[in-house]
Protein backbone atom coordinates (compact mmCIF):
# COMPACT_ATOMS: atom_id res chain seq x y z
CA UNK A 1 0.00 0.00 0.00
CA UNK A 2 2.94 2.28 0.84
CA UNK A 3 4.46 1.99 -2.41
CA UNK A 4 0.98 2.29 -4.38
CA UNK A 5 0.61 5.75 -2.00
CA UNK A 6 4.03 7.31 -3.00
CA UNK A 7 3.64 6.41 -6.74
CA UNK A 8 -0.24 8.06 -6.79
CA UNK A 9 0.67 11.16 -4.89
CA UNK A 10 4.15 11.47 -7.23
CA UNK A 11 1.59 10.74 -10.56
CA UNK A 12 3.61 7.75 -11.68
CA UNK A 13 3.07 4.31 -11.28
CA UNK A 14 5.62 1.41 -9.41
CA UNK A 15 6.93 -2.08 -10.03
CA UNK A 16 7.44 -3.78 -6.80
CA UNK A 17 9.43 -7.51 -6.48
CA UNK A 18 7.93 -9.15 -3.22
CA UNK A 19 10.80 -11.66 -3.54
CA UNK A 20 13.47 -8.91 -2.60
CA UNK A 21 11.32 -7.99 0.78
CA UNK A 22 12.90 -9.02 4.01
CA UNK A 23 10.64 -12.00 5.49
CA UNK A 24 10.40 -12.84 9.40
CA UNK A 25 9.10 -16.01 8.71
CA UNK A 26 9.87 -18.69 5.65
CA UNK A 27 6.90 -19.82 3.65
CA UNK A 28 5.02 -16.44 3.22
CA UNK A 29 2.63 -16.19 0.21
CA UNK A 30 3.04 -13.08 -2.17
CA UNK A 31 -0.39 -11.94 -1.24
CA UNK A 32 0.78 -12.30 2.20
CA UNK A 33 4.26 -10.44 1.82
CA UNK A 34 2.34 -7.49 -0.06
CA UNK A 35 -0.33 -6.60 2.78
CA UNK A 36 1.62 -7.21 5.52
CA UNK A 37 1.47 -4.65 8.47
CA UNK A 38 4.61 -5.75 10.24
CA UNK A 39 5.87 -3.24 12.62
CA UNK A 40 9.21 -0.71 12.48
CA UNK A 41 9.66 -0.51 8.61
CA UNK A 42 9.47 2.62 6.20
CA UNK A 43 9.36 2.71 2.63
CA UNK A 44 12.25 5.53 0.63
CA UNK A 45 12.55 6.58 -2.77
CA UNK A 46 16.25 7.53 -3.57
CA UNK A 47 17.83 8.53 -6.49
CA UNK A 48 19.56 5.85 -8.54
CA UNK A 49 22.57 8.08 -8.23
CA UNK A 50 22.58 7.46 -4.70
CA UNK A 51 21.38 4.16 -3.84
CA UNK A 52 24.98 3.08 -2.72
CA UNK A 53 25.75 5.66 -0.14
CA UNK A 54 22.11 5.25 1.25
CA UNK A 55 22.58 1.69 1.83
CA UNK A 56 25.60 2.27 3.29
CA UNK A 57 24.65 5.03 5.97
CA UNK A 58 22.00 2.03 7.18
CA UNK A 59 24.76 -0.59 6.71
CA UNK A 60 26.87 1.28 9.25
CA UNK A 61 24.27 1.46 11.61
CA UNK A 62 23.38 -1.84 11.70
CA UNK A 63 19.74 -1.52 9.74
CA UNK A 64 18.77 -3.84 7.18
CA UNK A 65 17.98 -2.46 4.06
CA UNK A 66 16.79 -3.59 1.16
CA UNK A 67 16.10 -2.61 -2.40
CA UNK A 68 12.50 -3.88 -3.40
CA UNK A 69 11.34 -2.05 -6.66
CA UNK A 70 11.53 1.27 -8.71
CA UNK A 71 8.93 3.70 -9.69
CA UNK A 72 8.17 4.17 -13.69
CA UNK A 73 6.57 6.22 -16.04
CA UNK A 74 2.56 5.73 -16.41
CA UNK A 75 0.05 5.43 -13.45
CA UNK A 76 0.04 1.39 -12.74
CA UNK A 77 1.13 -0.66 -10.23
CA UNK A 78 2.85 -3.84 -10.71
CA UNK A 79 4.08 -6.63 -8.31
CA UNK A 80 6.05 -9.30 -8.79
CA UNK A 81 7.14 -12.44 -7.40
CA UNK A 82 10.00 -14.80 -8.56
CA UNK A 83 9.56 -13.21 -12.14
CA UNK A 84 5.66 -13.83 -12.30
CA UNK A 85 3.39 -11.11 -12.16
CA UNK A 86 1.24 -11.61 -9.14
CA UNK A 87 -0.72 -7.72 -9.63
CA UNK A 88 -1.08 -5.21 -12.46
CA UNK A 89 -3.68 -2.56 -11.30
CA UNK A 90 -4.39 1.04 -12.75
CA UNK A 91 -3.81 3.52 -9.63
CA UNK A 92 -6.55 5.84 -10.58
CA UNK A 93 -8.93 2.43 -9.94
CA UNK A 94 -7.17 2.44 -6.88
CA UNK A 95 -7.36 5.44 -5.01
CA UNK A 96 -10.77 6.60 -6.56
CA UNK A 97 -13.17 3.60 -5.74
CA UNK A 98 -17.10 3.90 -5.29
CA UNK A 99 -17.52 5.67 -1.78
CA UNK A 100 -19.67 4.00 0.69
CA UNK A 101 -22.59 5.60 2.59
CA UNK A 102 -22.66 5.16 6.69
CA UNK A 103 -25.52 6.05 9.00
CA UNK A 104 -24.34 8.39 11.58
CA UNK A 105 -26.60 9.60 14.34
CA UNK A 106 -25.90 12.98 16.52
CA UNK A 107 -24.37 12.11 19.71
CA UNK A 108 -26.23 11.88 23.03
CA UNK A 109 -24.41 11.93 26.17
CA UNK A 110 -26.22 8.95 28.20
CA UNK A 111 -24.63 10.19 31.86
CA UNK A 112 -26.05 12.73 34.33
CA UNK A 113 -24.22 14.89 36.92
CA UNK A 114 -24.35 12.05 40.63
CA UNK A 115 -24.82 13.68 43.86
CA UNK A 116 -21.61 13.05 46.13
CA UNK A 117 -21.38 14.60 49.51
CA UNK A 118 -17.87 15.89 50.24
CA UNK A 119 -15.89 13.89 52.76
CA UNK A 120 -15.41 14.76 56.09
CA UNK A 121 -11.77 13.30 55.18
CA UNK A 122 -9.96 14.21 52.34
CA UNK A 123 -7.05 13.23 53.33
CA UNK A 124 -8.11 9.98 52.96
CA UNK A 125 -9.62 10.90 49.37
CA UNK A 126 -5.58 11.53 48.53
CA UNK A 127 -4.66 8.08 49.32
CA UNK A 128 -6.99 6.58 47.58
CA UNK A 129 -6.59 8.77 44.51
CA UNK A 130 -3.28 8.09 44.69
CA UNK A 131 -3.79 3.99 44.74
CA UNK A 132 -6.30 3.99 42.22
CA UNK A 133 -5.36 1.69 38.65
CA UNK A 134 -4.82 4.79 36.64
CA UNK A 135 -2.83 7.41 38.79
CA UNK A 136 -0.74 4.61 40.95
CA UNK A 137 2.83 3.68 39.78
CA UNK A 138 3.63 1.25 37.29
CA UNK A 139 7.55 1.31 38.03
CA UNK A 140 7.18 -2.58 38.00
CA UNK A 141 6.03 -2.26 34.01
CA UNK A 142 8.38 1.06 33.55
CA UNK A 143 11.61 -0.59 34.93
CA UNK A 144 11.25 -4.10 32.29
CA UNK A 145 11.99 -1.44 29.03
CA UNK A 146 15.17 -0.14 28.61
CA UNK A 147 15.24 3.65 28.67
CA UNK A 148 19.30 4.17 28.81
CA UNK A 149 19.72 3.22 25.04
CA UNK A 150 23.06 4.81 24.55
CA UNK A 151 22.98 6.60 27.92
CA UNK A 152 20.89 9.54 26.02
CA UNK A 153 18.13 9.90 27.76
CA UNK A 154 18.33 13.10 30.34
CA UNK A 155 14.68 13.30 31.54
CA UNK A 156 13.36 9.66 32.49
CA UNK A 157 9.53 8.32 32.96
CA UNK A 158 10.51 8.16 36.67
CA UNK A 159 12.05 11.39 38.22
CA UNK A 160 13.45 12.25 41.35
CA UNK A 161 14.95 10.97 44.14
CA UNK A 162 11.77 8.84 44.75
CA UNK A 163 10.92 8.27 41.22
CA UNK A 164 7.39 9.87 40.34
CA UNK A 165 5.90 10.11 37.01
CA UNK A 166 7.60 12.65 35.08
CA UNK A 167 5.38 14.22 32.29
CA UNK A 168 7.86 13.51 29.43
CA UNK A 169 10.54 11.81 28.95
CA UNK A 170 13.90 13.68 27.14
CA UNK A 171 16.55 12.40 25.22
CA UNK A 172 19.67 13.80 23.73
CA UNK A 173 20.06 11.59 20.34
CA UNK A 174 23.43 13.16 19.42
CA UNK A 175 26.51 12.87 21.20
CA UNK A 176 28.08 16.36 19.97
CA UNK A 177 24.88 18.29 20.47
CA UNK A 178 22.82 19.56 23.26
CA UNK A 179 19.76 19.71 21.45
CA UNK A 180 17.09 17.22 22.82
CA UNK A 181 13.61 15.53 21.50
CA UNK A 182 10.66 15.44 24.02
CA UNK A 183 7.97 12.39 23.83
CA UNK A 184 4.82 12.75 25.56
CA UNK A 185 1.61 11.14 25.11
CA UNK A 186 -2.59 11.98 26.72
CA UNK A 187 -4.96 9.72 26.64
CA UNK A 188 -8.50 10.28 28.30
CA UNK A 189 -10.60 7.18 27.71
CA UNK A 190 -13.29 7.51 30.64
CA UNK A 191 -14.19 11.31 28.98
CA UNK A 192 -15.27 9.61 25.90
CA UNK A 193 -18.35 8.27 27.29
CA UNK A 194 -19.46 11.50 28.22
CA UNK A 195 -18.28 13.11 24.75
CA UNK A 196 -15.74 11.69 22.16
CA UNK A 197 -15.12 15.34 21.25
CA UNK A 198 -13.78 16.33 24.42
CA UNK A 199 -12.09 13.23 24.90
CA UNK A 200 -9.98 13.82 21.67
CA UNK A 201 -9.67 17.52 22.73
CA UNK A 202 -8.67 16.68 26.13
CA UNK A 203 -5.99 13.62 24.46
CA UNK A 204 -4.71 16.29 22.30
CA UNK A 205 -4.01 18.97 24.91
CA UNK A 206 -2.97 16.47 27.65
CA UNK A 207 0.26 15.45 25.54
CA UNK A 208 1.12 18.91 24.53
CA UNK A 209 1.05 20.03 28.16
CA UNK A 210 3.36 17.01 28.87
CA UNK A 211 5.85 18.04 26.37
CA UNK A 212 5.67 21.71 27.64
CA UNK A 213 6.08 21.02 30.91
CA UNK A 214 9.45 19.44 30.65
CA UNK A 215 10.38 22.27 27.87
CA UNK A 216 9.25 20.92 25.01
CA UNK A 217 8.76 23.49 21.75
CA UNK A 218 7.72 22.80 18.05
CA UNK A 219 5.21 20.32 18.98
CA UNK A 220 3.83 17.48 16.41
CA UNK A 221 1.23 14.71 16.88
CA UNK A 222 0.71 11.22 16.51
CA UNK A 223 -3.04 9.69 17.04
CA UNK A 224 -3.56 5.83 17.79
CA UNK A 225 -7.43 4.81 17.63
CA UNK A 226 -8.65 2.14 19.52
CA UNK A 227 -12.25 1.88 18.65
CA UNK A 228 -15.20 -0.64 17.56
CA UNK A 229 -17.29 -1.46 14.32
CA UNK A 230 -17.29 1.67 12.37
CA UNK A 231 -20.35 0.50 9.98
CA UNK A 232 -22.80 0.91 12.90
CA UNK A 233 -24.05 4.04 13.38
CA UNK A 234 -23.19 4.59 17.26
CA UNK A 235 -19.61 4.07 16.86
CA UNK A 236 -18.89 5.87 13.82
CA UNK A 237 -21.00 8.68 15.13
CA UNK A 238 -17.99 8.50 18.32
CA UNK A 239 -15.38 8.17 16.06
CA UNK A 240 -16.44 11.18 13.72
CA UNK A 241 -16.61 13.79 16.94
CA UNK A 242 -12.86 12.16 18.16
CA UNK A 243 -11.42 13.23 14.61
CA UNK A 244 -13.45 16.44 14.34
CA UNK A 245 -11.84 16.92 17.63
CA UNK A 246 -8.04 16.21 16.35
CA UNK A 247 -8.84 18.37 13.09
CA UNK A 248 -9.90 21.61 15.14
CA UNK A 249 -7.36 21.16 17.78
CA UNK A 250 -4.18 20.60 15.98
CA UNK A 251 -5.07 23.66 13.61
CA UNK A 252 -5.83 25.91 17.10
CA UNK A 253 -2.28 24.43 18.71
CA UNK A 254 -0.72 24.54 15.11
CA UNK A 255 0.64 20.97 15.92
CA UNK A 256 0.40 18.74 12.66
CA UNK A 257 -0.52 15.23 12.81
CA UNK A 258 2.81 13.43 11.58
CA UNK A 259 1.69 10.01 11.22
CA UNK A 260 -0.80 8.14 13.13
CA UNK A 261 -2.50 3.93 13.20
CA UNK A 262 -5.64 2.81 13.86
CA UNK A 263 -7.18 -0.42 15.15
CA UNK A 264 -11.01 -0.97 14.31
CA UNK A 265 -13.39 -3.68 14.46
CA UNK A 266 -12.10 -3.86 18.13
CA UNK A 267 -15.46 -6.45 19.53
CA UNK A 268 -16.76 -9.71 21.20
CA UNK A 269 -19.54 -10.89 22.15
CA UNK A 270 -19.71 -8.85 25.23
CA UNK A 271 -19.88 -5.45 22.86
CA UNK A 272 -17.30 -3.06 21.90
CA UNK A 273 -14.33 -2.10 23.94
CA UNK A 274 -14.27 1.47 24.68
CA UNK A 275 -13.55 4.05 22.33
CA UNK A 276 -9.93 4.86 23.10
CA UNK A 277 -7.24 7.68 21.43
CA UNK A 278 -4.16 7.93 22.45
CA UNK A 279 -1.86 11.02 21.32
CA UNK A 280 1.59 11.13 21.04
CA UNK A 281 3.55 14.73 20.86
CA UNK A 282 7.20 14.95 20.01
CA UNK A 283 9.12 18.18 20.69
CA UNK A 284 12.27 19.49 20.37
CA UNK A 285 13.90 21.43 23.02
CA UNK A 286 16.90 23.38 22.04
CA UNK A 287 19.53 22.68 25.05
CA UNK A 288 18.54 19.81 26.89
CA UNK A 289 20.59 21.16 30.06
CA UNK A 290 17.34 23.42 30.66
CA UNK A 291 15.07 20.48 30.88
CA UNK A 292 12.50 20.70 33.68
CA UNK A 293 11.55 17.68 36.04
CA UNK A 294 8.62 17.46 38.22
CA UNK A 295 10.14 17.45 41.81
CA UNK A 296 10.31 20.07 44.12
CA UNK A 297 13.69 21.34 44.61
CA UNK A 298 14.33 24.18 46.65
CA UNK A 299 12.98 25.27 50.28
CA UNK A 300 11.38 28.72 50.01
CA UNK A 301 10.59 29.06 46.43
CA UNK A 302 6.75 30.38 45.51
CA UNK A 303 4.47 28.10 44.22
CA UNK A 304 2.19 29.30 41.09
CA UNK A 305 -1.07 27.35 39.66
CA UNK A 306 -1.17 28.62 36.35
CA UNK A 307 -4.46 28.29 34.30
CA UNK A 308 -8.05 28.28 35.79
CA UNK A 309 -10.23 25.30 37.54
CA UNK A 310 -13.99 25.08 36.94
CA UNK A 311 -16.67 22.27 38.16
CA UNK A 312 -15.37 19.74 35.67
CA UNK A 313 -15.60 16.33 37.25
CA UNK A 314 -17.06 14.39 33.93
CA UNK A 315 -15.43 11.05 34.11
CA UNK A 316 -12.69 12.26 36.70
CA UNK A 317 -10.76 9.86 38.86
CA UNK A 318 -12.34 11.40 42.09
CA UNK A 319 -15.76 9.95 40.59
CA UNK A 320 -14.71 7.15 39.89
CA UNK A 321 -14.00 6.17 43.49
CA UNK A 322 -17.93 6.76 43.63
CA UNK A 323 -18.72 4.45 40.88
CA UNK A 324 -19.66 7.21 39.15
CA UNK A 325 -19.06 8.57 35.68
CA UNK A 326 -21.24 12.39 35.01
CA UNK A 327 -22.34 14.55 32.96
CA UNK A 328 -19.46 17.38 32.99
CA UNK A 329 -16.61 16.38 31.07
CA UNK A 330 -13.52 18.58 30.96
CA UNK A 331 -13.62 21.07 28.01
CA UNK A 332 -10.31 22.77 26.17
CA UNK A 333 -10.82 26.31 25.87
CA UNK A 334 -8.55 27.32 23.02
CA UNK A 335 -7.44 30.77 23.71
CA UNK A 336 -7.06 30.12 27.19
CA UNK A 337 -4.98 27.07 26.81
CA UNK A 338 -2.93 28.87 23.91
CA UNK A 339 -2.10 31.32 26.41
CA UNK A 340 -1.41 29.20 29.29
CA UNK A 341 1.07 26.72 27.33
CA UNK A 342 2.62 29.42 25.46
CA UNK A 343 3.43 31.58 29.28
CA UNK A 344 5.09 28.19 30.25
CA UNK A 345 7.36 27.53 27.60
CA UNK A 346 8.32 31.53 27.91
CA UNK A 347 8.78 31.09 31.27
CA UNK A 348 11.03 27.97 31.47
CA UNK A 349 13.13 29.83 28.45
CA UNK A 350 13.98 32.73 31.01
CA UNK A 351 15.51 30.45 33.68
CA UNK A 352 13.03 31.11 36.43
CA UNK A 353 11.36 27.41 36.78
CA UNK A 354 12.81 24.88 38.97
CA UNK A 355 9.64 21.99 38.94
CA UNK A 356 6.48 21.90 36.54
CA UNK A 357 4.26 19.24 36.35
CA UNK A 358 0.41 19.75 34.00
CA UNK A 359 -2.50 18.50 36.49
CA UNK A 360 -4.16 15.98 34.39
CA UNK A 361 -5.64 12.39 36.50
CA UNK A 362 -6.64 13.71 40.08
CA UNK A 363 -6.50 17.35 39.30
CA UNK A 364 -4.25 19.60 41.34
CA UNK A 365 -4.42 17.38 44.25
CA UNK A 366 -2.84 14.12 42.33
CA UNK A 367 -0.19 16.93 41.12
CA UNK A 368 1.06 18.34 43.97
CA UNK A 369 1.63 15.16 45.50
CA UNK A 370 3.35 13.61 42.74
CA UNK A 371 5.68 16.75 43.16
CA UNK A 372 6.00 15.76 46.74
CA UNK A 373 6.13 12.03 46.50
CA UNK A 374 8.51 12.48 44.40
CA UNK A 375 11.73 14.23 45.90
CA UNK A 376 12.93 15.24 49.45
CA UNK A 377 11.36 18.59 49.71
CA UNK A 378 7.56 19.54 50.57
CA UNK A 379 4.90 21.98 49.78
CA UNK A 380 2.41 23.99 51.48
CA UNK A 381 -0.20 25.39 49.56
CA UNK A 382 -3.82 26.86 50.20
CA UNK A 383 -7.30 26.86 48.03
CA UNK A 384 -7.91 30.18 48.61
CA UNK A 385 -5.70 32.10 46.08
CA UNK A 386 -6.86 28.95 43.60
CA UNK A 387 -7.74 30.88 40.26
CA UNK A 388 -11.42 29.40 40.01
CA UNK A 389 -14.63 29.97 38.25
CA UNK A 390 -17.82 28.73 39.64
CA UNK A 391 -16.20 26.68 42.07
CA UNK A 392 -17.28 25.95 45.63
CA UNK A 393 -16.30 23.14 47.36
CA UNK A 394 -12.76 21.92 48.24
CA UNK A 395 -12.99 18.10 46.94
CA UNK A 396 -13.99 19.56 43.89
CA UNK A 397 -11.34 22.41 43.83
CA UNK A 398 -8.55 18.91 44.49
CA UNK A 399 -9.93 17.01 42.05
CA UNK A 400 -11.31 18.78 39.25
CA UNK A 401 -9.57 17.98 36.23
CA UNK A 402 -10.13 20.66 34.02
CA UNK A 403 -7.18 21.13 31.31
CA UNK A 404 -4.66 23.71 30.42
CA UNK A 405 -3.53 23.96 33.93
CA UNK A 406 0.62 23.34 35.28
CA UNK A 407 1.61 23.50 38.82
CA UNK A 408 5.04 25.61 38.37
CA UNK A 409 8.06 26.12 41.16
CA UNK A 410 9.73 29.44 40.63
CA UNK A 411 13.11 29.91 42.51
CA UNK A 412 13.56 32.65 45.16
CA UNK A 413 13.47 35.97 44.21
CA UNK A 414 12.23 35.17 40.74
CA UNK A 415 8.55 35.97 40.88
CA UNK A 416 8.20 39.40 39.55
CA UNK A 417 10.51 38.16 36.39
CA UNK A 418 8.18 34.91 36.74
CA UNK A 419 5.09 36.75 36.32
CA UNK A 420 6.22 38.89 33.11
CA UNK A 421 6.49 35.86 31.74
CA UNK A 422 2.93 34.89 31.64
CA UNK A 423 -0.45 35.80 29.66
CA UNK A 424 -2.41 33.59 31.12
CA UNK A 425 -4.25 33.66 34.39
CA UNK A 426 -2.42 32.53 37.82
CA UNK A 427 -2.43 32.54 41.11
CA UNK A 428 0.43 31.82 43.42
CA UNK A 429 -0.96 29.39 45.72
CA UNK A 430 2.12 28.43 48.04
CA UNK A 431 5.63 27.53 48.70
CA UNK A 432 8.10 24.66 49.24
CA UNK A 433 9.27 23.56 52.70
CA UNK A 434 12.12 21.50 53.97
CA UNK A 435 9.83 18.64 54.94
CA UNK A 436 8.53 16.04 52.85
CA UNK A 437 4.91 16.54 53.37
CA UNK A 438 2.03 18.27 52.24
CA UNK A 439 -0.20 20.78 53.77
CA UNK A 440 -3.22 21.68 52.27
CA UNK A 441 -5.30 24.68 53.61
CA UNK A 442 -9.08 23.98 52.43
CA UNK A 443 -12.16 26.78 52.01
CA UNK A 444 -13.62 26.80 55.29
CA UNK A 445 -10.78 26.81 57.80
CA UNK A 446 -10.03 23.20 57.08
CA UNK A 447 -6.72 21.48 56.96
CA UNK A 448 -4.90 18.48 55.03
CA UNK A 449 -1.50 17.46 56.33
CA UNK A 450 0.29 14.14 54.83
CA UNK A 451 3.48 13.49 55.13
CA UNK A 452 5.70 12.24 52.30
CA UNK A 453 5.79 8.60 53.10
CA UNK A 454 2.25 8.33 53.68
CA UNK A 455 1.71 9.53 50.06
CA UNK A 456 4.58 7.23 48.34
CA UNK A 457 3.43 4.43 50.14
CA UNK A 458 -0.17 5.13 48.66
CA UNK A 459 1.11 5.74 45.11
CA UNK A 460 3.58 2.88 44.74
CA UNK A 461 1.32 0.17 46.41
CA UNK A 462 -1.80 0.82 44.62
CA UNK A 463 -0.88 -1.74 41.67
CA UNK A 464 0.78 -4.00 43.70
CA UNK A 465 3.93 -4.22 40.71
Request: charge should be negative; proline fraction near 5%.
Amino acid sequence: CAACEMANRSGCGVVVELDRVPLKYEGMRPWEIWISESQERMLLSVPEEKVDAVLGVFSDEDVEATVVGRFVDGKRARVLYRGHEVMNLDLGFLFSPPLPEREVRPWQARTSEPRIREPEDLGKAFLRLLSSPNIASREGVVRTYDHEVQGGTVIKPLHGRYGGPNDAAVIKPLHDSNRGIVISCGMRPRYGRIDPYWMAASSVEEAIRNNTAVGGRRIALLDNFVWGNPEKPEQLSSLLRACEACHDFSLAFRTPFISGKDSLYNESPLGPVTPTLLITALGMIDDVRGAVSLELKWPGDSIYLLGGTYPELGGSEYYRLFGETGSSVPIVRREEAKKVISSVQRAIASGCVAACHDLSDGGLGVAIAEMVLSGDAGAEISLETVPAHGVERNDHMLFSESNSRFLVEVRRGKEKKFERQLSCEFGRIGRVVGENRLSVSCLGGKKIELSGGALRRAWLGGMGI
